[in-house]
């Protein structure tokens, strides 16, 4: 498989100089890779229907190891506070992980059915999908402390402007948590399905799946500034550092590059089945195949 993945990286590496290309394909030891993040020099990814936690090394593009047995299919991740947190899709829950240890510290039980988790303003946060609220979880005790009514069905989350950000997968509107308060407010974008972001410290995007566009807001208002026709279903994109907005296209196993400035799709690269979560490690971007047993790697420098 190995020599597969380098002549993989060979044949894209020419394309790769003329602007970002898949350089890379990482095999995982099971199908659904789902998310991944960046921690302590490794890309963690979480493989939904094993029930674990893979690692990459981005030195050399390879499978590192031990994986991470937590179960209860594992899709979002992220990192802060010195650990990794899971959502727990089949377990109602989210797990705390050491990655110096490599093993779970913590289980939290949540709401039903969890999509999401965010990190951000001393909290982590996580969407309840099943049961429309957002638990907010004192990572200092492993407690949640604040379940907030969406009225709708969360899915995905984004810290950014001041406020917790809420996604959903039904009607138009999507949600801003302030987390001095924990005060609520609904925000009708006018598109269906707003269900998953792409956002930094300065910058917000919401992709619905039914409608095909990512939707540029305002950070603090919410107020839609526009929007952008890219591929079929899209998901969970990232913005990467140089400011261009990725977009994951499940439908059609792309994923599109907004221009912030032009408000136009400049790049349409074809990556594995069914992209879902993206994100930037080690100055790149990564490309779990939820609809395959994959990583791939596109560079972005």
């Not at 799946?209 to 305002?218: K, Q, R």
């Not at 603090?220 to 140089?242: C, E, N, R, W, Y």
Request: proline letters at 8%; glycine letters at 12%.
């Amino acid at each position: 498989m190995l020599s597969l993945v380098a002549a993989l990286v060979a044949g894209v590496s020419t394309a790769a100089a003329a602007g970002p290309a898949v350089v890379a394909v990482i095999p995982t030891h099971a199908m659904g890779p789902c998310a991944s993040v960046e921690a302590d020099g490794q890309i963690w990814v979480t493989d939904i229907y094993a029930g674990k936690i893979s690692t990459v090394d981005p030195k050399t593009n390879a499978p590192s190891g031990p994986n991470i047995t937590i179960g209860g299919a594992p899709c979002g991740i992220v990192f802060g506070g010195g650990s990794l947190w899971v959502n727990g899709y089949g377990t109602n829950s989210v797990d705390r992980v050491s990655p110096t240890l490599r093993k779970r510290v913590a289980r939290i039980p949540v709401g039903s059915s969890p999509y999401d988790v965010a990190y951000g303003y001393g909290s982590v946060w996580t969407t309840d999908n099943g049961d429309g609220t957002v638990d907010r979880i004192d990572p200092r005790t492993d407690k949640v402390i604040r379940s907030i009514q969406t009225r709708s069905a969360p899915a995905g989350l984004s810290i950014t402007g001041g406020y917790v950000w809420v996604g959903a997968n039904t009607g138009t509107a999507i949600f801003r948590i302030d987390p001095a308060t924990n005060a609520i407010r609904t925000i009708d974008v006018g598109h269906p399905n707003p269900a998953w972001f792409a956002a930094d410290k300065s910058h917000l995007w919401v992709a619905s799946n039914v409608d095909n566009v990512a939707i540029h807001l305002d950070p603090h208002t919410g107020k839609v500034l526009g929007s952008v026709k890219v591929g079929l279903t899209p998901q969970d994109g990232t913005i990467a550092p140089d400011g261009g907005v990725w977009i994951p296209n499940m439908g059609d196993g792309t994923v599109s590059r907004i221009d912030p400035k032009s408000g136009r799709v400049t790049a349409t690269i074809e990556v594995g089945p069914k992209p879902f979560v993206l994100s930037v490690g080690d100055g790149d971007l990564w490309v779990p195949s939820y609809g395959g047993a994959d990583v791939r790697r596109i560079a972005l420098r």
